[in-house]
T-cell receptor
């Protein structure tokens, strides 16, 4: 149980284009999902908290107009990187909260912006 | 806000030996402490967690201990195997916050 999927697993795009990443909880409903960013050999950095049916809460320093988050259902949250630039290249990971505290992570999406 | 320190940053052990990774936290209100294992190119996998009303929890070769007074918790892996090689992250969260604050990770290498 507690399986979280992400799609795509990797994506390469040109600078200036937008990329959408999907995060799904496959066997449970998640009212809250989280989006993280991870640079090589570093820890996870929380970008935003996504609550079903309401606006996402962004961490300090994260541009909400650049990283659009939608959580339209209890099993799906999406992260759209708008007007992507090479500095946005990173490993993006989502997690879904299965209980009061437990978070289960997706496999991650490797974004490369050329 | 919460701050989590994790040590060591790298750990190399021989197969069959034990490995211990330690974390300290700053917010006394934190009450949930999970440990994640992350293999290269994959997402973190929850391997064990502990809540503040418990001092120790064990699951086969993995155990976690919590000292609330000292605000530190540790991961213990016994009889290590090469497949235990990965990066391990500790984290902490408080009941008032849904957020997890992560340590910087420990790269564990188990040598055959």
């Amino acid at each position: 149980g507690a399986v979280v999927s992400q799609h795509p697993s990797w994506v390469i795009c040109k600078s200036g284009t937008s990329v959408k990443i999907e995060c799904r909880s496959l066997d449970f409903q998640a009212t809250t999902m989280f989006w993280y960013r991870q640079f090589p050999k570093q820890s996870l950095m929380l970008m935003a908290t996504s609550n079903e049916g309401s606006k996402a809460t962004y961490e300090q320093g994260v541009e909400k107009d650049k990283f659009l988050i939608n959580h339209a259902s209890l099993t799906l949250s999406t992260l759209t990187v708008t007007s992507a630039h090479p500095e946005d290249s990173s490993f993006y990971i989502c997690s879904a909260r299965a209980s009061v505290s437990e978070q289960f992570f997706g496999p991650g999406t490797r974004l490369t912006v050329l | 806000g919460e701050n989590v320190e994790q040590h060591p940053s790298t750990l190399s052990v021989q197969e069959g030996d034990s490995a211990v990774i330690k974390c300290t936290y700053s917010d006394s209100a934190s009450n949930y402490f999970p440990w994640y294992k992350q293999e290269l190119g994959k997402g973190p996998q929850l391997i064990i967690d502990i809540r503040s009303n418990v001092g120790e929890k064990k699951d086969q070769r993995i155990a976690v201990t919590l000292n609330k007074t000292a605000k530190h918790f540790s991961l213990h892996i016994t009889e290590t195997q090469p497949e235990d090689s990965a990066v391990y992250f500790c984290a902490a969260s408080s009941g008032g916050s849904e957020k997890l604050v992560f340590g910087k990770g420990t790269k564990l290498t188990v040598n055959p």
